[in-house]
């Protein structure tokens, strides 16, 4: 059963996000997540884990916690897209893009036409093939000539 202070303060939070007022999406989804515990619910709903954990990222830097915060959250609810767009979104943050792209696909497959989702793969954009393809993507020589390919 949903605890509307807790919606209450879980909707404001997603306004302040879409906004681009992370801290203050952070203050009103750690509230969420603080009143689902003090009404005595032992884990609080997945989507204010998730959002707690994408705002603790972006505006407080606190990767670690975020990524565990995020991941939890998909373990309570492996079927909910935003919660693994939200993991993604941290992933990214982190500079673990290949973990973010594991966690969009994921999302993907429970909604395949998430918009916010697909958004963040194309801005990830293409690998390019590896210039010697003979070689691992990961060899030296393919690394230092991609690097010089595209210094970006």
């Not at 997945?46 to 990767?63: H, K």
């Not at 973990?99 to 696909?105: Q, W």
């Not at 994921?106 to 003979?134: A, C, D, S, W």
């Amino acid at each position: 059963m949903l605890n509307r202070t807790a919606e209450q303060s879980f909707e404001r939070g997603k306004e302040a996000l879409d906004s681009g007022r992370w801290k203050e999406a952070l203050a009103y989804f750690e509230a969420a997540v603080a009143i689902e515990r003090r009404a005595g619910v032992e884990i609080p709903q997945a989507r204010y884990l998730s959002f707690y954990g994408l705002c603790l990222a972006l505006a407080g830097r606190q990767f670690h916690t975020a990524m565990k915060v995020c991941r939890e959250a998909s373990s309570i609810e492996r079927y909910n897209p935003d919660v693994h767009w939200n993991l993604g979104r941290v992933m990214l943050a982190c500079q673990r893009r290949r973990e973010a792209y594991r966690a969009f696909l994921h999302g993907l497959r429970h909604e395949p036409t998430h918009m916010g989702i697909r958004r963040e793969i194309v801005k990830m954009g293409r690998r390019r093939r590896p210039i010697l393809p003979f070689l691992s993507r990961s060899n030296p020589i393919n690394v230092f000539l991609g690097r010089r390919r595209s210094p970006a």
